[in-house]
T-cell receptor, first 118, second 111 residues
Framework: DTAVSQTPKYLVTQMGNDKSIKCEQN?????MYWYKQDSKKFLKIMFS???????INETVPNRFSPKSPDKAHLNLHINSLELGDSAVYFC?????????????????FGAGSRLTVL | RKEVEQDPGPFNVPEGATVAFNCTYS??????FFWYRQDCRKEPKLLMS???SGNEDGRFTAQLNRASQYISLLIRDSKLSDSATYLC????????????FGGGTRLMVKP
């Protein structure tokens, strides 16, 4: 069973379109994240949710809107896609971002969603 | 200055070699440290946590130097399968206990 699964794995779309990426974790974790990895391979945090509550919202354009219907799901919707949005988007989860011991803040990543905007 | 900095490499080493990477961090309040490994076109996966006293896991040894604000990863007897990008991760006690990733160091082990 995949621990953190995200769909779709590949997404090719035109500028200006709206798209969504879904993420689900079956680890029973409380905290979920969206990371963006650009062509230079830097991994940057975009959003973090703990038990459906927004914890981190980095300086991401408001065209990006996360939604967490329950603690096992964190979806990412992107409006009016731009060329610069092309990247690999990784969903991740951890037991509890507030705890440091026992590996509670170790991230488990999904396989990534490669978005190409033409 | 970036919060977490790594030499991007690539480090090209022959099989059996010993190789070491360093990673520097700028926030002295950082509390937790990790090394993750990322294979080409795959997701990052935890390699090992880094403890204050240093720790070893088979051929891998991690060290933390709080005074100089760096962590290191030593790989002994390199295998072809060690070829990957090694990401340094730091957590500091700011809002959200956010994990900050370094840009990664690419290792290529050649036969």
């Amino acid at each position: 069973d995949t621990a953190v699964s995200q769909t779709p794995k590949y997404l090719v779309t035109q500028m200006g379109n709206d798209k969504s990426i879904k993420c689900e974790q079956n680890l029973g974790h409380d905290t979920m994240y969206w990371y963006k990895q650009d062509s230079k391979k830097f991994l940057k945090i975009m959003f973090s949710y703990n038990n459906k509550e927004l914890i981190i919202n980095e300086t991401v354009p408001n065209r990006f809107s996360p939604k967490s219907p329950d603690k096992a799901h964190l979806n990412l919707h992107i409006n009016s896609l731009e060329l610069g949005d092309s990247a690999v988007y990784f969903c991740a989860s951890s037991q509890d971002f507030r705890r440091f011991l026992g590996g509670a803040n170790v991230l488990t990543f999904g396989a990534g969603s490669r978005l190409t905007v033409l | 200055r970036k919060e977490v900095e790594q030499d991007p490499g690539p480090f090209n080493v022959p099989e059996g070699a010993t190789v070491a990477f360093n990673c520097t961090y700028s926030n002295s309040a950082s509390q937790s440290f990790f090394w993750y490994r990322q294979d080409c076109r795959k997701e990052p996966k935890l390699l090992m946590s880094v403890y204050s006293s240093g720790n070893e896991d088979g051929r891998f040894t991690a060290q933390l130097n709080r005074a100089s604000q760096y962590i290191s990863l030593l790989i002994r007897d390199s295998k072809l399968s060690d070829s990957a990008t090694y990401l340094c991760v730091v957590i500091h006690n700011n809002a959200g206990n956010m994990l900050t990733f370094g840009g990664g160091t690419r290792l290529m082990v050649k036969p």
